[in-house]
């Protein structure tokens, strides 16, 4: 026999996490031997139970507070990559701004070169016009006499080795052209070359008309003529101004895009 004091009316065994209780009793104080071994074994297990039950409940505390350290390092983890993800994302977005800005002042400057560019040429031909125009009054009203002196150099060209030479004027025109190119047959004579040499009034020409012509060919040494041959001079030039003026301006356009190549390449290295 003996006595067992955990009496289920007053033995309280632990209290769980839930607030229920583990515990061993008897209805009576006294109790056989073989239900006393066999009380005991379910005791000690009750107790072994506890122990274990602690010892997870201590791992799954160490195990959570693992967990939180975790999640705290890999929040901060994630932080510092999202801080330097920003950093390169501004630092490529500032450089992504100065290449736009760059890029807009390099139009607006070609722009502002193209606008003035166009606005030289524009005066350049206004200015030719004018000056050819003015120059084309003077001779108008200046003697057609200077007219058939300068046509003698065109009609060197076509005299040498000539049988004859007739020469068709304007009638307003006839006498000084007369004059003018008996001059020039009487040098001829003097030279040893005497070419017959005829100077007539034709009325379908018009007024510094002098068309001369011989076995060789004709040449049309007019005033419209030598004002047309002065006008294509004059746009030859003006063509060749402008062709060296874009020669220019593109050495300056390619030394402004190496200028601001620089810069971006100093403000990187900054």
């Known amino acids: 026999m003996a006595i067992w004091l955990k009496h289920a009316r007053s033995a309280f065994g632990e209290i769980d996490a839930y607030g229920s209780s583990a515990r061993v009793g008897v209805a009576a104080d006294v109790i056989p031997r073989a239900t006393?071994?066999?009380?005991?074994?379910?005791?000690?297990?009750?107790?072994?139970?506890?122990?274990?039950?602690?010892?997870?409940?201590?791992d799954a505390r160490d195990e959570a507070a693992r967990i939180v350290e975790a999640g705290h390092a890999q929040a901060a983890q994630i932080a510092e990559q999202a801080q330097r993800e920003y950093e390169t994302a501004s630092e490529q977005g500032y450089r992504d701004g100065c290449d736009r800005a760059l890029a807009d002042w390099m139009q607006r400057l070609a722009d502002v070169a193209n606008a003035q560019s166009q606005l030289q040429i524009r005066m350049r031909e206004r200015l030719a016009q004018i000056v050819a125009s003015a120059v084309e009054q003077i001779v108008r009203v200046e003697r057609h006499e200077a007219l058939f002196e300068r046509a003698l150099a065109t009609v060197d060209r076509i005299v040498e080795g000539a049988t004859y030479l007739r020469v068709a004027v304007h009638p307003d025109d006839y006498a000084e052209a007369k004059a003018t190119f008996d001059r020039l047959a009487s040098r001829w004579r003097d030279l040893g070359q005497p070419i017959p040499l005829s100077v007539i009034a034709d009325k379908r020409?018009?007024?510094?008309?002098?068309?001369?012509?011989?076995?060789?060919?004709?040449?049309?040494?007019?005033?419209?003529?030598?004002?047309?041959?002065?006008r294509s001079a004059v746009s030859r030039?003006?063509?060749?101004?402008?062709?060296?003026?874009?020669?220019?301006?593109?050495?300056?356009?390619?030394?402004?895009?190496?200028?601001?190549?620089?810069?971006?390449?100093?403000?990187?290295?900054a």
Do not use: H, W
């Open 36 to 58: 006393f071994g066999e009380l005991v074994s379910i005791d000690e297990a009750y107790a072994a139970l506890a122990v274990e039950r602690d010892a997870l409940l201590a």
């Open 205 to 230: 020409l018009d007024p510094g008309s002098c068309v001369c012509e011989s076995d060789f060919g004709t040449v049309d040494a007019s005033l419209d003529t030598q004002l047309r041959a002065m």
């Open 237 to 269: 030039a003006l063509k060749r101004s402008v062709e060296e003026a874009d020669a220019d301006a593109q050495s300056e356009d390619l030394a402004a895009d190496n200028s601001g190549y620089a810069i971006r390449d100093d403000e990187e290295a």
